[in-house]
């Protein structure tokens, strides 16, 4: 994040003085502001996860793709949506269509945001990274770049299973290219039985973002470390038309802070 701590606080104070909001800066003019705001969510088919349950992690956000059609983000911001991932692309050659729309709408309301891959099965894993790069913004103040890889069983025209180790080196291929043009280390995005059916965590040392919506992650994936949980998803957010995922980040604002300004956690 290039602004520091002491020039948000300046800032937000000088709009005090001059009597009203303006507008939060965006990814375009230096990243977004890094302000947490407390998670104001329903749920249509709530979970209970016990004691260990995602009300207890401090910074929540959403993914979203072309099934949200309308976001207020300024309204999402201040009921809790603290950060983004957007589906750009899948496969080589489908661009999610309203990936543009939601990279501005998250970035002008300072919504901190990444962009995701769907992987697909019966393309290279080279030209689909060459497709993400085509159309996805590098921006400095952007989260890191995710791979999304999980079974497509209901897919139109690709619903092959291949070998787990052939998984993992066609998702080394995507990594490292997607890695050596963002200069951000990947995030993977996984489902339980394809997280364990090709055991991914021997892909390497990435950040991993786990679904799991009847149990807490580390129940689910063997005590894993996990830096994204998406727990639901039929959450309620205002300013969020229909239903939508949710998730949390493993970690207090500080090594949220951290991890937004390119640290590891």
Same mark, same amino acid.
């Given at each position: 994040?290039?602004?520091?701590?002491?020039?948000?606080?300046?800032?937000?104070?000088?709009?005090?003085?001059?009597?009203?909001?303006?507008?939060?800066?965006? *990814? $375009? @003019?230096?990243?977004?502001?890094? /302000?947490?705001?407390?998670?104001? &969510?329903?749920?249509?088919? !709530? %979970?209970?996860?016990?004691?260990?349950?995602?009300?207890?992690?401090?910074?929540?956000?959403?993914?979203?793709?072309?099934?949200?059609?309308?976001?207020?983000?300024?309204?999402?911001?201040?009921?809790?949506?603290?950060?983004?991932?957007?589906?750009?692309?899948?496969?080589?050659?489908?661009?999610?269509?309203?990936?543009?729309?939601?990279?501005? *709408? $998250? @970035?002008?309301?300072?919504?901190? /945001?990444?962009?995701?891959?769907? &992987?697909?099965?019966?393309? !290279? %894993?080279?030209?689909?990274?060459?497709?993400?790069?085509?159309?996805?913004?590098?921006?400095?103040?952007?989260?890191?770049?995710?791979?999304?890889?999980?079974?497509?069983?209901?897919?139109?025209?690709?619903?092959?299973?291949?070998?787990?180790?052939?998984?993992?080196?066609?998702?080394?291929?995507?990594?490292?290219?997607?890695?050596?043009?963002? *200069?951000?280390?990947?995030?993977?995005?996984?489902?339980?039985?394809?997280?364990?059916?090709?055991?991914?965590?021997?892909?390497?040392?990435?950040?991993?973002?786990?679904?799991?919506?009847?149990?807490?992650?580390?129940?689910?994936?063997?005590?894993?470390?996990?830096?994204?949980?998406?727990?639901?998803?039929?959450?309620?957010?205002?300013?969020?038309?229909?239903?939508?995922?949710?998730?949390?980040?493993?970690?207090?604002?500080?090594?949220?802070?951290?991890?937004? *300004?390119?640290?590891?956690?």
């Amino acid at each position: 994040m290039r602004h520091p701590l002491a020039l948000a606080v300046l800032f937000s104070v000088l709009l005090a003085a001059c009597g009203g909001p303006a507008p939060a800066p965006s *990814g $375009a @003019g230096g990243g977004p502001e890094l /302000r947490l705001s407390k998670a104001n &969510f329903g749920d249509a088919d !709530p %979970a209970s996860f016990g004691p260990r349950g995602p009300e207890g992690h401090p910074v929540h956000g959403i993914d979203v793709s072309r099934f949200q059609t309308q976001i207020d983000w300024w309204t999402a911001r201040e009921n809790g949506v603290n950060f983004a991932f957007i589906k750009a692309t899948e496969g080589g050659d489908l661009l999610d269509p309203m990936f543009r729309d939601h990279w501005r *709408g $998250a @970035g002008r309301a300072g919504v901190p /945001r990444g962009a995701y891959h769907f &992987f697909y099965h019966c393309r !290279p %894993a080279a030209e689909q990274a060459a497709f993400f790069i085509r159309n996805v913004p590098r921006s400095a103040d952007a989260l890191p770049p995710v791979l999304d890889m999980e079974w497509t069983p209901f897919s139109p025209t690709c619903t092959i299973r291949r070998a787990p180790e052939v998984i993992r080196a066609e998702a080394k291929v995507f990594l490292d290219i997607v890695e050596a043009h963002y *200069g951000k280390r990947p995030i993977i995005y996984s489902t339980v039985d394809f997280y364990k059916e090709n055991q991914m965590w021997r892909v390497g040392n990435y950040p991993f973002w786990l679904r799991s919506v009847a149990a807490h992650p580390d129940e689910v994936y063997g005590g894993r470390h996990w830096t994204f949980w998406q727990y639901t998803s039929t959450g309620l957010i205002p300013g969020v038309a229909g239903e939508v995922d949710i998730n949390v980040f493993d970690g207090n604002e500080a090594q949220w802070a951290a991890f937004v *300004g390119g640290g590891a956690v």
